[in-house]
């Protein structure tokens, strides 16, 4: 064996390639269509004619808030980098709240 020292490539290659691997999880998209993709799976044709009335962005996360067909309404929360729901919790009109988990 040589004594010679193996070559390590920069940190700095490693952790791009982390957040390349961590992008491609979340689907891509806006925090917006993120929440309301993720409910629409969950609940089907019941979610439509949604409106997004708040979205509160911080420079790690968001908070989406918004209505839907019937009278119901929605809030998710999001992590910003990668993109990603955390939780989302809808409201319908004549229901109990379903919570929507990745």
Not at 64 to 72: E, L, M, N, P, V
Not at 78 to 99: C, M, N, R, Y
């Amino acid at each position: 064996m040589s004594s010679r020292p193996r070559h390590r490539a920069p940190a700095s290659i490693g952790a791009a390639a982390l957040v390349i691997a961590l992008a491609g999880c979340s689907g891509g998209g806006t925090p917006e269509s993120v929440c309301t993709d993720a409910i629409a799976e969950r609940m089907g044709a019941v979610f439509t004619d949604v409106k997004v009335t708040e979205n509160i962005e911080t420079p790690v996360a968001a908070d989406i808030q918004g209505t839907y067909a019937g009278g119901g309404g929605f809030a998710c929360g999001l992590s910003l980098h990668p993109l990603a729901l955390e939780q989302a919790l809808v409201f319908p009109f004549d229901g109990p709240t379903i919570t929507v988990e990745p």
